[in-house]
């Protein structure tokens, strides 16, 4: 009977209609990323006055916003032509909205475009009875005051418009790129970063877990008005991968270091992991991350477990601030109209040089989307009854986006696994190796250079 | 004798800490009144991994010193090494305000904010920035550029920066002595006041600091720094290589490191082996000369090598007009020089420091080269700092940064 009760329960998850909307430059930007990435079962559309950018875009539907108003070019910075824009597309946007449940609103904020018609079509959303999740980018700050303000009337615009907004700041999300990186891998990185969070977000009202974070769990950690995503994603391997997870996902760049986090009210915290999953490991998880939550805040625990995950966990985040705590960074703002021009010749090289992991990470949703049909019942078993279940329903669980962040240590710890032969450093056992053109300098050169010395 | 003449130098590096008393002297000279020494323990390649023990060493150092020199020690500088140090050059410059009458300190220092303004990762700190060469309204080789009309200064600078987080450990390990830092400096920045002569920096000089864990180096072009930085292997490694190749405990490696130790291959005859007694808890065992020089050599040429590489990308060795000056523990191998030598094809000096009077014995030990350093740059630092013009070695102070 539990058995039938959860397999509706998936199916319901599943009967969601999901769509992902870009609009703007930027939006198209994130959907780009989002299909290479590999998103699973959802529609996608692409939205923008400028033609030259909508025929590039990978999304299957495409509406191209202000025929007569544009003219096929863009909106030029000016938010009421993107407004004007949007209006004469209405029908068309209307038709495009038919039949969906959620809607997954992708906007870069500050521009002409995405600025003037995001809240017009988030507001459409809302007579559809469609839920809304708009997800939108606050520009960089050296793009300039105006596009700033830009920003923030319409993002005040879309928090009335929308269920639930999630908002980034570009300028927090470039912290993360090395100094010496281009400046097409600070773009890469912030589409990079709203991808993964799209795709927690998505398997998060999609699926339900052993204990469900449902769309309500969602808006109360996204709560509040004016306020500024915290987001973090990680995943972790082996003996040691709920401290991995959390260790990735406290360094998104959004999260600074966890520290963000004392300043929020609510946490949603989702863990999903392979069978093999212990409640130990939760526990521990759990332990650690308490230390960066205030006493105050209440925890949004939701788990799950996913056949597809053994030997691995991950670890998705989500909460909000107010935006005075972040005011410093974007005290000068920025705007993202200028994004598109800047973004896509840079797109592809840094696609390649990035995506083939999260490539397999998306198949790996694909895959588990399919596995929902058929909840495996041991997971229960293996799964801590001690952690209050809120449903009875489990499935396969919720975000398995990209790997979190480039975690730079990564590559030290493979090389060392690669040798074919034991390495030894001696007293150099426990200290930080040298590394030197890949080479671990702590090993004895006549081992490296396979002499002879006996 | 005035507080203000004692100045000392603390090097905690990976062998041994050592504190360095000198005495400044009007006419410019240092004078070493002594050298306290511990064996350290608690530091890995330069950076301090223990902090209760590596305390407790520079603590033993310091009463030693206090001991030999008659002196009570309030404040020292701090030499800082560890492969997390980077460094680059880069060239500030401002517009002279049109109205002045030539141009200003502040001008100057408006030049080397600009210098910084470059994106180092923002968990680093900058350490230095070296004074290269003025130019004023493009002319070279300015020297002091204060009063001089122009419209526009610019000055090249040697920046050298590392991680916030591991120099502030070694800050506060001494501050926990307790003990006032004066300052801290970059160890071959040190090193170098006292092996390189004026001269030697002039025409164009390498140092090489081979110590315990790490490799610094440093290099002069035109009497200014162009290189420098720091390779994350030292003697450490060589002892760790010959206790790993030889199956000896750590403690016999070393001994038998510096004792029997040569890079030079192909000099023993076959069958010519070194015995190591029995004693309680280790059965005597006969070493090979040459599997000893082999393990040796190869891990000594090895970072050479690694060196001039690192070197080689900025193609100023060609510059170097007066050779390579090894200094530090390792610089005592037999043979080191000659294997330089082959490997850079220019001449090497061992050597050790050099402009100082007092205590020969302190300073004409290698080892000792950059506790000695710090306080020749201290007392650089000191004559610089009334209100006098600085001259190209005046560096402010890590922690106003």
């Given at each position: 009977m539990i058995e039938i009760n959860r397999l509706s329960a998936a199916s319901a998850g599943l009967d969601m209609k999901i769509k992902i909307i870009g609009i703007g430059g930027a939006g198209s930007n994130i959907l780009d990323r989002l299909v290479l990435d590999g998103i699973g079962d959802v529609d996608i559309v692409a939205m923008n006055t400028d033609v030259q950018s909508l025929t590039s875009s990978v999304a299957r539907d495409k509406v191209q916003l202000g025929r007569n108003t544009t003219r096929g070019l863009g909106a030029g910075g000016d938010p009421e032509i993107g407004l004007a824009a949007a209006d004469e597309a209405v029908e068309e946007i209307r038709q495009i909205l038919e039949g969906a449940s959620i809607l997954f609103l992708c906007v870069g904020l500050g521009g002409g475009t995405g600025s003037g018609s995001a809240a017009l079509i988030a507001g459409l959303a809302k007579e559809h009875g469609a839920l809304t999740v708009v997800f939108a980018t606050l520009p960089f700050g050296f793009e300039g005051r105006r596009r700033a303000r830009q920003a923030e009337d319409a993002l005040a615009a879309l928090q009335e418009a929308a269920d639930v907004v999630v908002c980034f700041e570009n300028d927090k999300m470039g912290e993360a790129v090395p100094p010496k990186a281009g400046i097409h891998q600070a773009f890469a990185n912030a589409d990079q970063t709203i991808g993964q969070s799209v795709k927690a977000i998505c398997g998060l009202v999609r699926r339900s877990g052993l204990i469900h974070l449902g769309f309500d769990d969602l808006s109360t950690a996204l709560r509040n008005n004016n306020t500024r995503c915290l987001f973090g994603f990680g995943e972790g391997e082996g003996d040691n991968r709920a401290h991995e997870a959390l260790a990735i996902a406290l360094r998104n760049p959004l999260m600074d270091r966890g520290r963000m986090l004392a300043d929020a009210s609510n946490v949603l915290v989702n863990v999903c992991g392979g069978q093999d999953m212990t409640l130990n490991e939760v526990q521990i998880l759990m332990e650690e991350l308490g230390r960066h939550i205030g006493d105050q805040t209440q925890i949004l625990f939701g788990a799950a477990v996913d056949p597809k995950m053994t030997n691995r966990m991950s670890l998705t985040i989500i909460s909000s601030v107010p935006a005075a705590e972040t005011d410093a960074s974007r005290a000068i703002p920025r705007d993202s109209s200028a994004l598109p021009a800047l973004r896509e010749p840079p797109a592809p090289a840094s696609d390649t040089a990035d995506s083939a992991q999260e490539r397999e990470a998306g198949e790996e949703l694909g895959q588990t989307s399919l596995v929902m049909e058929t909840p495996p019942p041991e997971a229960a078993q293996t799964?801590?009854?001690?952690?209050?279940?809120?449903?009875g329903s489990k499935v396969p669980p919720a975000p398995v986006p990209a790997?979190?962040?480039?975690?730079?240590?990564a590559p030290v710890e493979r090389q060392e696994t690669l040798l074919f032969e034991p390495v030894t450093r001696g007293r150099f056992e426990k200290s930080e190796p040298t590394i030197i053109d890949g080479e671990?300098?702590?090993?004895?050169t006549f081992l490296r250079r396979h002499i002879k010395v006996k | 004798m005035s507080k203000d003449n004692i100045l000392v130098g603390l090097e905690i590096g990976t062998s041994k800490v050592c504190v360095v008393v000198g005495e400044s002297r009007p006419d410019g000279s240092v004078k070493v009144l002594g050298v306290g020494q511990a064996p350290s323990r608690g530091v890995r390649k330069g950076e301090i991994v223990d902090f209760e023990t590596a305390s407790k060493c520079v603590h033993d150092a310091l009463v030693d010193a206090e001991e030999k020199s008659d002196v009570m020690i309030r404040s020292v500088y701090v030499g800082i090494t560890g492969s997390h140090i980077g460094s680059f050059n880069n060239r500030g410059s401002v517009t002279v305000a049109e109205d002045q009458e030539g141009i200003e300190d502040k001008d100057f220092e408006q030049v080397r904010t600009n210098a910084r303004e470059v994106s180092i990762p923002s968990q680093n700190a900058f350490i230095h920035s070296v004074l290269q060469h003025y130019y004023v309204?493009?002319?070279?080789?300015?020297?002091?550029?204060?009063?001089m009309m122009g419209g526009k200064l610019e000055a090249d600078f040697h920046i050298v920066h590392g991680i916030t987080t591991r120099i502030k450990n070694t800050i506060r390990c001494v501050k926990e002595i307790p003990l006032e830092v004066e300052d801290v400096v970059f160890n071959p920045l040190a090193a170098a006041q006292v092996v390189l002569t004026q001269d030697q920096k002039n025409l164009g000089a390498l140092m090489i600091d081979m110590g315990g864990g790490v490799t610094d180096y440093i290099l002069y072009v035109d009497g200014a720094v162009k290189q420098s930085g720091v390779l994350g292997v030292g003697g450490d490694h060589i002892t760790n290589d010959i206790s790993m190749g030889l199956r000896i405990p750590m403690a016999k490696s070393e001994k038998l490191k510096i004792e029997e130790g040569s890079v030079i291959l192909g000099n023993s005859l076959p069958g010519d082996v070194i015995m190591l007694k029995d004693e309680c808890g280790f059965a005597g065992k006969e070493i090979e000369r040459e599997k000893l020089n082999t393990i040796i050599h190869l891990r000594v040429r090895e970072t050479l090598e690694l060196l001039k590489r690192t070197l080689d990308?900025?193609?100023?060795?060609?510059?170097?007009?007066s050779g390579i000056f090894i200094t530090g523990g390792c610089s005592l191998l037999k043979g080191i020089d000659h294997l330089a030598e082959e490997l850079f094809g220019m001449p090497v000096h061992v050597t050790h420091a050099q402009t100082m009077s007092g205590l020969t014995s302190a300073f004409e030990n290698p080892q000792f080269s950059t506790g000695i350093g710090l306080i020749k740059y201290a007392q650089a630092l000191q004559s610089d700092r009334?209100?006098?013009?600085?001259?190209?070695?005046r560096l402010p102070f890590f922690g106003n940064r």
């Open positions: 799964e801590p009854p001690a952690v209050r279940p809120k449903g790997a979190g962040p480039p975690p730079p240590k671990d300098l702590d090993v004895p | 309204d493009g002319q070279d080789g300015v020297l002091n550029p204060i009063g990308e900025e193609n100023y060795l060609d510059f170097v007009g009334p209100g006098r013009w600085p001259r190209w070695l």
